[in-house]
């Protein structure tokens, strides 16, 4: 059975996300920086279908992550914003989402499954324990990631279901917003696998002990 | 003439001491565990006087940090507790501190300088900028240290005093206490020197950009 993943990226500060997220920032104010370090690499640009990009110590983590992807669980802000929930609305992620697979969100509605290009969107009422459930049943030998935001995390670590944690700490201060690690105490023991990076970002990964 | 330097050693999720300071507790509960990772090397055993301890980059990284320091800035919770102010009372720091030299401390009561050691502790009452100032001053060519704790290291920063940042962040989760960079925002940009370290704790370097 594969692992279950968390990787996000986060400000020095600690936030996963800026304050007043909204339609217009679905990030938060400020929020987009914190993924600045990603878009130039070829890994991102090939999860977009495109050519080209940035190869190097970065890309050899992002590319890590999305090998051995099974299945990703997330929120239902990253999925897409609150307002004017449109049963036909396909979220923040375009006619062909960068995920190639399954991705469990976490919803409080219901709703049919929503195809996009290779991905396919469940979307799952019932709780992280469910999503994570049924996104390790597809993912098989392959991992679960849970990509954010911030609550999704922190409920998956609660629930004890997260085997090993990936931050990607930028150089960027947000002084507000979604913080990471809000809720989650002493309980919670890391054990440092490795630090790695360039000027842009540090690659800070734990193996949570259980 | 030297620089202003912040260096301290945070959790996880951010903070530099733990929940609930006392005298029984001056780290905060959890606390001392940030400070677990310095313990065994050579560098700390030195500045205690003593022989013997471990070598490679965390002790690199805490020699680097002494070998070229002037003087020391630290706030009053780092000196000794607040309960029980007796003018005769020689803080935290025993006979012979390890700081081997200046330390302004930031304090609500005037007091005459004391000599432990080869370190001699200055009280200064008018704030931050003056406790840099006579810092600057006394070091000369050489490079002032802003100590702790999170406190004292934020005013630093508001006032837009210090060069550079290094924080070891330690795998640990502390869930409360003193976070190092609350009320310091986006206005502050960071550009990251180095990260470096150990299964312990990584080393986090950035420069202030004025």
């Known amino acids: 059975m594969g692992a279950v993943h968390v990787d996000i990226s986060i400000s020095l500060d600690g936030f996963a996300a800026g304050p007043n997220q909204s339609a217009e920032h679905p990030l938060g104010e400020g929020g987009e920086q914190l993924h600045e370090w990603a878009y130039p690499l070829r890994t991102f640009e090939e999860m977009h279908g495109r050519d080209g990009g940035e190869t190097g110590t970065d890309d050899d983590v992002l590319a890590e992550t999305y090998e051995a992807l099974g299945a990703v669980v997330m929120g239902r802000k990253m999925f897409g914003p609150s307002g004017d929930w449109d049963p036909d609305w396909g979220g923040w992620w375009g006619e062909d989402p960068p995920f190639g697979g399954p991705v469990f969100v976490l919803t409080h509605h219901s709703r049919e ?5 290779s991905t396919t969107f469940h979307f799952v009422t019932e709780g992280i324990d469910t999503a994570i459930e049924g996104a390790r049943d597809v993912a098989g030998e392959k991992n679960v990631l849970v990509a954010g935001g911030a609550s999704a995390i922190q409920q998956s670590l609660l629930a004890g279901h997260v085997d090993e944690i990936q931050v990607h700490v930028t150089p960027v201060l947000l002084g507000g917003g979604a913080r990471l690690f809000e809720g989650i105490g002493p309980e919670l023991e890391l054990e ?19």
Do not use: F, M, N, Q
């Not at 499954?113 to 290009?117: A, H, T």
């Not at 440092?192 to 002990?209: D, E, F, M, N």
């Open 113 to 117: 499954p929503l195809e996009k290009g």
């Open 192 to 210: 440092k696998v490795r630090a790695i990076g360039s000027p842009s970002v540090t690659h800070l990964k734990y193996r949570v002990s259980k």
